[in-house]
């Protein structure tokens, strides 16, 4: 298995600003095993301490805040050596707050050492001796499509995608598959154990239990990890995500969750769901402008999941669909085409995408690219009307230098519209740049 946060990990590596680095992302991302990878291909050694298997080890940071005493400590009682080539590795690190704290020490009386962190998003946040200005951070999320086609033996695929180099239609010997592995995607998902049994071993239903097994265990952070007093809102609030984005309209509604429930009393739900990256909220502004964030309005939002395979399964969609044309990309109101394009997103720019509506009409996200505000429709077939977004051109023309219609229809740029495939959507920042380049005339 391969993963692209790994190229990451290396250039904080190379960095001469270094600093302790936590990598953040929800449970079961894969956070430990890309560390220990990153540990054997990249240094001499490494040593992984887990703090809720081994609560042994958090007594070496509680009696001390000498890195070089500790490390000392966790080498002898590991069996270890620990050198400046070995990367040290602390898991489920906000179950040692004291460990948390010392990445301070260790960013400001050892920084010659290589230390990486990984635990529970919420957790690291709640923190109350989190090391601010001290540490680095890393988002992990799911593995990407690209990835997928990567663990899934698709490397000619994989390699066609990226030497994409202008927009023009993509063969039917490219086009065709890379709809049926999208189809598989949106079928495991890309939590690692679920992409690893189907890799592995082509068993779809094997796949789907681990997703509901993952799911389960999402369930029980819930009473882990929550105020006692909100574990049941918390509980209401998951169960009725499902349900909320199968509305043409996919505002989250309060009253969705609960009959008479108001936004006062749930929020906090809404929140620590988020907080845990569990769910992704995506407001809703009033306007496209710079920055995007200045137009919030945040009584307004959508919910998603964090990945398509978790939502689908949530929503107790069966792996039969697969087998019946696109009806994956259409069901559901077409949420899961919606959450997959969602996640592409997210890895790909730097401020988190909206969503713009008006009486009549919704745009489903709004992306700020560099100075650039562009709206993106989402399709989840071959139906292509743009009525909404065209709707948004008119009242922001002089802001919008291009519009993005993500659908099952080839890549193609007809004025100012990109019509990108939705199996392309992890490259639509590079081909946002090809358009835009493209409609730039030519100084002669």
């Given amino acids: 298995m391969e993963r692209k946060i790994l190229n990451d990990l290396c250039k904080w590596k190379g960095s001469k600003r270094r600093k302790p680095l936590i990598l953040r992302g929800a449970r079961q991302v894969g956070k430990t095993w890309v560390l220990q990878e990153f540990g054997k291909r990249y240094f001499s050694d490494f040593l992984y301490v887990n703090f809720e298997r081994q609560e042994e080890f958090k007594q070496f940071f509680q009696l001390t805040k000498d890195v070089h005493r500790i490390l000392q ?3 002898m009682a590991s069996g270890k050596k620990v050198t400046k080539d070995t990367l040290i590795i602390f898991d489920e690190i906000q179950a040692c707050e004291e460990a948390l ?14 230390v990486v962190s990984a635990g529970s998003l919420l957790g690291i946040k709640l923190s109350q001796g989190f090391p601010v200005g001290k540490v680095d951070f890393l988002e992990m999320s799911a ?3 690209e990835e997928f086609l990567l663990a899934n033996g698709d490397n000619s695929l994989l390699a066609y995608l990226d030497c994409i180099q202008d927009i023009s239609a993509i063969p039917d010997a490219f086009f065709n598959p890379l709809v049926e592995k999208l189809k598989m995607y949106f079928i495991t998902g890309g939590m690692p154990e679920a992409v690893s049994v189907w890799t592995e071993d082509r068993d779809i239903l094997a796949a789907d239990n681990v997703l509901a097994d993952i799911l389960l265990s999402y369930e029980s952070d819930f009473g882990k990890h929550a105020d006692k007093y909100d574990v049941y809102k918390i509980g209401l609030v998951w169960e009725s995500l499902p349900s909320q984005l199968a509305k043409e309209n996919k505002k989250f509604l309060y009253s969705a969750v609960k009959e008479g429930a108001r936004a006062r009393e749930y929020e906090n739900a809404v929140n620590w769901l988020a ?3 569990m769910v992704r909220k995506v407001f809703r502004i009033s306007k496209p402008g710079l920055p995007l964030s200045a137009y919030d309005d945040l009584t307004a939002f ?3 999941m964090g990945d398509v395979g978790l939502l689908r399964k949530h929503s107790h969609l069966a792996t039969s669909a697969f087998t019946e044309r696109n009806r994956l990309f259409t069901e559901f109101k077409g949420a899961l085409t919606e959450n997959y394009v969602l996640q592409c997103l997210l890895r790909q720019f730097e401020v988190k995408p909206r969503y713009w509506t008006d009486a009549q009409h919704e745009v489903d996200f709004v992306v700020q690219r560099e100075n650039d505000i562009i709206p993106i429709e989402v399709k989840a077939g071959e139906n292509v009307r743009m009525t909404s977004i065209k709707n948004y051109y008119k009242q922001y023309e002089s802001e919008t230098p291009i519009l993005v219609r993500f659908s099952l229809r080839n890549l193609s740029l007809d004025g100012n519209v990109l019509n990108v495939p939705l199996f392309l959507a992890d490259k639509l920042d590079k081909l946002i740049g090809i358009a835009l380049n493209k409609q730039m005339p030519t100084v002669t």
Wanted: charged share 25%; hydrophobic share 30%.
């Fill in 73 to 75: 400590n966790l080498s």
């Fill in 101 to 114: 704290n010392t990445l301070k020490y260790f960013c400001e009386d050892a920084p010659e050492y290589y």
């Fill in 143 to 145: 593995m990407s499509f």
């Fill in 275 to 277: 907080d845990a990256d």
């Fill in 302 to 304: 959508k919910i998603y």
